[in-house]
């Protein structure tokens, strides 16, 4: 039983952070579920390497194309082993296979019919890699907001609009092909529309894979990058993939483009095509001009890797756009690992080699946590089968508190004290709490694989834990008079100031490292994070006279739509019109609460759009670490529209 799944393969404008580290972290996931299940699975992933803004990206490196994709190519390659991902097969797009693969595809497109000669003059986006229709000279992209470029060149076309019907069909009787639903409606209304035939070559670059017969034509990249998905298994008998996942904006070239080219080409079509959501930067997208890209290395240095995954499949749900920021990262490893499994872990292990020297005693189960050990194991495996990990993890969290409280309640160092009489009761709350432990740890693999493996091995357990298959989970399994392994705490509590300080400070040498790399300077770091002990760099009155701050009154001030953190302000500056701000400080004002209360604000902030809502400023507040943020204020009045100097 065969199971191949892919990664999108990832861009080499660009060194890996946390958003490309959260697809492949779940693909990760998959392909230990899918092993439990007994399958061979099979993960590809890769690097995207052609294109004209690798092209322009390497030019102003001072390195050839080629070197500077090495360079990229090997930190997604590290990336991976550093976070011990599971990964079969890394292709690159300037291997000389993937090349070959290219050129089929596209010789049995063409031979079949579906490509001929055109030309072509329109709009086109270099970050996205995509024509914009419709688009005129000077409009941005409507994906990425940056500016289009127009371009004129002789194309060759590959006959899209042939397979509209087709793909509509498709959808309908293969519901389950595009997932989840949300991506699968766009697809159907973008394909409602009619399709129009694409142009699938390139004369204006020459970083590419070039047109057989065709040297001056080189591949449009999507072509190249797609085929991929055939070109890392080639030879091996693998494809149709079982499953692509991805981000959500690029459903369109998976969910569209690709089946037609494999048609066009007589090929068969991967089964399902899964896409996953953003993560942002405390609401925010994360991006080089803002700064505030998050690398992994730090966190995986700081808390390890599976307080990164545990964080991000519980966090967001699988599918829609999620938040990642350090506060909340620390404070969910604190909650549920520091203090739920692995406090559960120890206080089991440590108690069975204080009151029974270490065996796993024969006591007899309790049917209640073994009832619920049965039922959380099944919702579990049904949820990682939808990739709802959130919900498998909320349902394993379900089974450490019924069996904390059963522990509490059974109070085995009570029942230690009690002699003969309290012999079979202890050795039965201890199997239990231990059988539990073990259950958990086994369902709880593919989401926290080394920390799993360690609990596993004190456990006494002799099988590796990726060898461990779904009929191990049941409960019963674990065999009295095992003999545990010495005891040690696996999620050491966190203090929460000093390890984001931390992780903060190795993000900052990560960009320094990864810059030096490409032959660049880190832009200096932000002073919160190079400041000892709370000081910060010192700058001169010239730079302070620069900020704007006035003193303004809160209009108006209402809750943000799916950001928890945020309020949208309507504040008076003196200004003819209000401001429109929006600041996150909902967790520590109630908007009522603001209404009329004067605040600072920074009036000469560039505007920018946060959830869609247009922020010209921002609100000066105390910012406590870890606690909520406090408005600045006066205790004498102040008039609207004062200037603080
Ligand atoms: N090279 C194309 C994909 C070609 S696949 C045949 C590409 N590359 S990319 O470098 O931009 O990576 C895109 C993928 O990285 C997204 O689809 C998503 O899986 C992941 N992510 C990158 N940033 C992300 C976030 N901020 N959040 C979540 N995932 C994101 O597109």
Not at 292 to 319: C, K, M, Q, S, W
Not at 548 to 568: C, F, M, N, T
């Amino acid at each position: 039983m065969k199971y191949y799944l892919t990664t999108p393969i990832y861009y080499t404008n660009a060194a890996p952070h946390i958003g490309h580290a959260y697809t492949t972290i779940a693909a990760d996931c998959i392909r230990r579920v899918k092993q439990m299940y007994g399958f061979e699975v099979t993960l590809t992933t890769g690097t995207d390497e052609h294109g004209v803004n690798v092209e322009r990206a390497a030019i102003a490196a001072g390195k050839t194309p080629l070197e500077y994709t090495d360079v990229i190519a090997e930190e997604f390659r590290r990336q991976w082993q550093i976070l011990g991902l599971g990964i079969d097969r890394f292709e690159r797009t300037t291997s000389a296979k993937h090349a070959k693969v290219v050129q089929d595809l596209f010789l049995r497109c063409k031979n079949a019919g579906y490509v001929y000669k055109g030309h072509y003059t329109g709009q086109y986006c270099i970050f996205d890699n995509a024509y914009i229709n419709d688009a005129k000279p000077g409009d941005p992209c409507p994906d990425c907001g940056r500016p289009t470029e127009t371009v004129t060149e002789e194309n060759y076309y590959f006959k899209l609009s042939a397979f509209t019907d087709r793909l509509l069909d498709l959808y309908s009787n293969q519901p389950d092909f595009i997932q989840p639903e949300i991506r699968r409606n766009e697809v159907i209304a973008f394909v409602r529309q009619g399709l129009k035939d694409l142009s699938i070559s390139r004369t204006t670059i020459k970083w590419g894979i070039p047109v057989p017969g065709e040297e001056k034509h080189v591949f449009y990249v999507w072509f190249d990058a797609l085929s991929t998905y055939m070109s890392a298994v080639d030879g091996e008998n693998l494809w149709p993939a079982d499953l692509h996942l991805i981000g959500k904006e690029i459903v369109r070239f998976h969910a569209v483009y690709w089946p037609a080219f494999l048609w066009a080409a007589g090929l068969d079509l991967p089964k399902r095509i899964f896409a996953h959501g953003w993560l942002l930067f405390e609401n925010d997208k994360m991006s080089k001009s803002r700064g505030n890209i998050v690398r992994a290395t730090p966190i995986h240095n700081v808390l390890g890797t599976d307080a990164l995954r545990y964080f991000l499949l519980r966090e967001v749900p699988f599918g829609s756009d999620g938040s990642f920021s350090y506060d909340a990262l620390v404070g969910r490893y604190n909650s549920d690992l520091a203090n739920g499994l692995g406090n559960l872990a120890s206080r089991t292990l440590t108690m069975i080699h204080q009151y029974r020297e270490g065996l796993v005693p024969a006591g007899a189960s309790d049917n209640h946590v073994a009832a619920h050990a049965e039922s959380a194991v099944e919702l579990a495996l049904e949820a990682y089968e939808r990739f709802d990990f959130s919900r498998a993890l909320e349902t394993i969290w379900g089974l450490i508190a019924t069996v904390d409280k059963y522990i509490v309640e059974q109070a085995p160092w009570k029942l230690a004290k009690g002699g003969d009489d309290c012999v079979a009761a202890l050795d039965g709350a201890l199997y239990t709490s231990a059988e539990a432990l073990r259950v958990i740890v086994g369902v709880l693999y593919p989401v926290m694989p080394q920390s799993c493996a360690r609990i596993w091995a004190q456990l006494g357990m002799d099988s590796h834990l990726d060898t461990v298959r779904i009929k191990d989970l049941h409960w019963g399994h674990l065999e009295p008079g095992q003999k545990l392994r010495p005891a040690a705490g696996v999620f050491p509590r966190a203090e929460p100031k000093s390890s984001i300080e931390k992780m903060k400070a190795l993000e900052t040498e990560e960009l320094a490292r990864q810059m030096a790399l490409l032959g660049k300077t880190a832009p200096p770091a932000p002073a919160a994070a190079t400041a000892e002990g709370g000081g910060s760099a010192q700058i001169t009155i010239d730079d302070f006279a620069k900020v704007d701050l006035r003193v303004g009154i809160v209009k108006s001030a209402a809750p943000v739509k799916g950001a928890d953190k945020l309020l949208h302000l309507s504040v008076d500056i003196g200004e003819p019109q209000s401001r429109s701000i929006v600041a996150g400080i909902a967790l520590a004002y109630k908007p009522d609460a603001l209404i009329g209360r004067k605040v600072v604000i920074v009036a000469n902030l560039a505007p920018r759009k946060l959830r869609g809502l247009e922020s010209q400023g921002m609100i000066v507040a105390a910012s406590l670490g870890d606690g909520a943020p406090v408005l600045a204020s006066f205790l004498e009045d102040v008039p609207i529209g004062a200037r603080l100097k």
